[in-house]
């Protein structure tokens, strides 16, 4: 109780200028250090609920199973399957690598956003925001007034400062609420309806509410990752990279719990390192149900920061600079690790055959990392719609069905996630509620097309609006009132703004986002902090007057 009235005192001094003499970062570190700390039990067994012991198929006769491995944050030029490789292919990922060249690749897969939330509820329904009002990305309490003033007091050069709404904020709906609408229909739900056994393990980022957490929204069982670091700061098997340059890092360094939940439970500590620990029970969750057709969504946390390493993958990765370089490398090693382990435990509990296996990332790198080549060759990067920013891997396997060695080239985006596990399920999609994704698999499997309403599609975040149609891209940033136009089929890393030299194109486009706009939704909450992003620069990089950057609110 006096811990929770001094900290109070603190904010309401800090607010009024009272303590404006003291150290701000000190002061506002510990505020956020010590509020809404959870309290984390000692790890706790999970006991998985387990299917009948004889299938009533085989099999092959089943419908199949699906797993889909959702990474966070990873940059396109990660995966060797792309020409890149962490540390200019240093440390190569054979693992994904062997599971791409076993399905379909998709050369042209977008994520829905340019970052992590909305792009999960565009996965899980297959909606735009549009239609769903999830535009923005949930932040724990406090966190957009701590990296705002830390941002603004570094040194951003060219770069504006960084505008914080406390109004929105302070009146915004708590964090737990901040969900996915109890009415939306997602793939959990339509599976559950074909007597799938559903089970989510990892981020999960829609919501806490009754009407929100994953159980409520159609799984049978979920193993939570409560909150975010990936092993206590000071384990004796971790390394940890900081990112003094960085106030999104700052923050979470101050505020993550090493937690997990399962059921909505009370928190506890994960078995281990947690990519390793959502593997080991992934693995579980695959054998428990071997004999009835499962839904397994692995939501992984790398290679989000904070950066943290086990000691063994920091060593196994050799000496590469900078440290925080070193770090990264040993957290996609362990994700790399992850895919051969589960698809080995596939072919081992003889299910492979007829297993969809779904890989993609959330969003592109993250900039705000220091490492400038993860989105190569692409602009751009998390928390931009620049190609860096959405440009994503996604590899579909389905040896049943699909040709080893397929190649898409096909644009197609995470709303097409949710109609194409929902065919290959043979599901139907939920009467009376819009989908605008489009089914996969008649191009990975080579017997159709897929064609979105004049082939287009959509990306936003507030005021910042992008369309693609055909090869040409339009973005938008409302703010800066500021267009860049873009044909990707002679210019796929986005160099030249044709914005005023196509007017033509402009106007088409133009016309097209206003059509998709006019019967929008309104967020389920607003915006509460407005960040200028440079585009060819990372955090760590002098920003000059001539770098261009993009406004982007959350």
Avoid at 229 to 258: C, G, H, S, Y
Avoid at 348 to 359: C, K, Q, S
Wanted: aromatic letters at 10%.
């Amino acid at each position: 109780m006096w811990k929770k009235l001094a900290i109070g005192l603190v904010v309401v001094l800090l607010g009024a200028g009272v303590i404006g003499f003291l150290n701000r970062k000190t002061v506002i570190l510990y505020v956020a250090t010590h509020s809404g700390r959870t309290e984390v039990a000692p790890n706790v067994p999970i006991v998985w609920d387990k299917g009948p012991d004889v299938a009533a198929l085989p099999a092959a006769d089943r419908p199949p199973n699906i797993v889909f491995i959702l990474v966070d944050d990873l940059g396109i030029n990660d995966l060797s399957t792309f020409g890149g490789g962490v540390a200019g292919g240093r440390v190569p990922t054979p693992n994904i690598d062997r599971l791409a060249a076993d399905g379909a690749l998709f050369t042209q897969a977008y994520a829905g956003n340019g970052t992590c939330a909305p792009s999960r509820a565009m996965l899980m329904t297959g909606r735009y925001p549009t239609r769903t009002g999830f535009a923005f990305t949930p932040t724990p309490p406090g966190m957009g007034k701590v990296v705002s003033m830390f941002a603004n007091d570094m040194d951003r050069g060219a770069l504006p400062p960084v505008d914080y709404n406390r109004d929105a904020a302070e009146n915004a709906v708590p964090f737990a609420e901040m969900g996915l609408p109890g009415s939306e229909v997602t793939i959990a739900e339509v599976l559950k309806e074909q007597d799938y056994h559903t089970v989510h393990i990892g981020k999960w980022h829609l919501g806490r509410s009754a009407e929100s957490n994953p159980n409520a929204q159609g799984f049978d069982e979920s193993l939570l990752m409560a909150s975010g670091l990936f092993l206590p700061e000071n384990d004796p098997d971790v390394v940890n990279a900081k990112l003094d340059f960085d106030p999104i890092d700052t923050f979470l360094w101050a505020r993550m719990q090493f937690a997990a939940a399962f059921n909505s439970g009370d928190w506890f500590a994960p078995g281990g390192y947690l990519t390793d620990y959502w593997t080991d029970e992934s693995l579980k969750v695959i054998e428990a149900n071997r004999n009835r057709p499962f839904f397994l969504y692995l939501a992984h946390w790398g290679v989000h920061t904070p950066l943290q390493a086990t000691k063994e993958d920091y060593e196994a990765v050799g000496d590469i600079e900078p440290h925080r370089l070193r770090v990264y490398a040993a957290m996609l090693r362990a994700l790399d690790r992850s895919v051969g382990e589960i698809t080995a435990k596939l072919e081992d509990e003889g299910l492979a055959d007829n297993t969809i296996i779904v890989f993609s990332s959330d969003n592109g790198g993250a900039g705000y990392i220091g490492l400038p080549e993860i989105n190569q060759p692409y602009r751009g990067w998390k928390i931009t719609l620049f190609e860096g920013g959405i440009r994503v891997p996604m590899f579909v396997k389905w040896p049943a069905k699909i040709t080893p060695g397929t190649q898409v080239d096909t644009p197609v985006a995470h709303i097409d996630v949710m109609p194409t596990l929902a065919s290959a399920a043979g599901a139907t999609l939920p009467d009376g509620v819009v989908i605008d994704g489009r089914d996969m698999l008649p191009v990975a499997t080579g017997t159709g097309d897929i064609s979105h309403p004049n082939d287009a599609l959509f990306w936003q975040s507030g005021y910042y609006h992008v369309v693609r149609a055909g090869d040409w891209k339009l973005q938008v940033d409302g703010r800066q009132e500021k267009n860049w136009l873009f044909d990707l089929a002679n210019d796929p890393t986005e160099q030249v703004n044709l914005a005023e030299t196509r007017t033509d194109k402009l106007s088409e486009l133009q016309v097209l986002l206003e059509a998709h706009l006019a019967d929008s939704v309104a967020p389920l909450y607003p915006y509460t902090i407005e960040s200028p992003v440079a585009i060819d620069k990372t955090a760590a990089d002098a920003v000059g007057p001539d770098d261009e950057y993009v406004w982007w609110p959350n």
